[in-house]
């Protein structure tokens, strides 16, 4: 299995993004996806994730609607879109993938390189 992410860049402050998550491998539908980011000095945190059953969930203030995580298994692809970016989200995004729905690095079997996404004015 491997991973390639791409979409990362600059953007200004409230600004949106979309990343975009390739699988290359047997038997995508059988895994849990998600997305990953780790800031500079920080650890790394579980974005979003999706199975493919259309079931996807949030975990970073999923109140906010900022976040959505889309899964086209027809492509082995996921994307990550982001809206209203702020500067303390500055950090590498990771795709990752495990055999079962998880929230922490530790239950993934697969990650990609990561993405370097910045915001800043």
């Known amino acids: 299995v491997q991973l390639v992410e791409s979409g990362g860049g600059s953007v200004q402050p409230g600004g949106s993004l979309s990343l975009t998550c390739a699988f290359s491998g047997p038997n995508f539908s059988t895994y849990y996806m998600a997305w990953f980011r780790q800031a500079p000095q920080k650890q790394r945190e579980i974005v979003a994730g999706?199975?493919?059953?259309?079931?996807?969930?949030v975990y970073v203030e999923p109140e906010e609607g900022r976040f959505a995580i889309l899964r086209d298994d027809a492509k082995n692809i996921i994307i990550l879109r982001i809206e209203n970016l702020r500067p303390e989200e500055t950090a590498i995004y990771f795709c990752a993938a495990a055999k079962s729905e998880g929230a922490v690095e530790e239950e993934y079997d697969y990650w990609g390189q990561g993405t370097q996404v910045t915001v800043s004015s």
């Open positions: 999706a199975n493919s059953h259309g079931v996807s969930t």
